[in-house]
Nanobody, 124 residues
Framework: QVQLVESGGGLVQAGGSLRLSCAAS????????MSWFRQAPGKEREFVAA????????YYADSMKGRFTISRDNAKSTVYLQMNSLKPEDTAVYYC?????????????????WGQGTQVTVSS
């Protein structure tokens, strides 16, 4: 079992920045890849970014490339999502997720472990 807890969401003006955190517990953090997803009101949950176990490889949705950066601190069992140049369309609940092992891709159905989410609201 893996437990995930997100934090760092809030209200920010367009063009601003936020850093989300996701603290993991239950298994040795360095043994599994981590991903971020988001879900806007009335929309399906979508992939944002992912990072491999050792942080050596990262993956991004095209619309986030160059604005968002995923990173991890295995000593703190935490994954981060630095979000810059935020836009109103980035408003969503942001979730971290994992399979507990490998990075499986971008489909939400492949992930058994999810956090409760943190709200990000970007005002225009």
């Amino acid at each position: 079992q893996v437990q995930l807890v997100e934090s760092g969401g809030g209200l920010v003006q367009a063009g601003g920045s936020l850093r989300l955190s996701c603290a993991a517990s239950g298994r040795t953090f360095s043994t599994y890849a981590m991903s971020w997803f988001r879900q806007a009101p009335g929309k399906e949950r979508e992939f944002v970014a992912a990072i491999e176990r050792n942080g050596g490889s990262t993956y991004y949705a095209d619309s986030m490339k160059g604005r968002f950066t995923i990173s991890r601190d295995n000593a703190k069992s935490t994954v981060y999502l630095q979000m810059n140049s935020l836009k109103p369309e980035d408003t969503a609940v942001y979730y971290c997720a994992t399979t507990g092992t490998y990075y499986p891709g971008r489909s939400t159905g492949l992930y058994p472990y999810w956090g409760q989410g943190t709200q990000v609201t970007v005002s225009s």
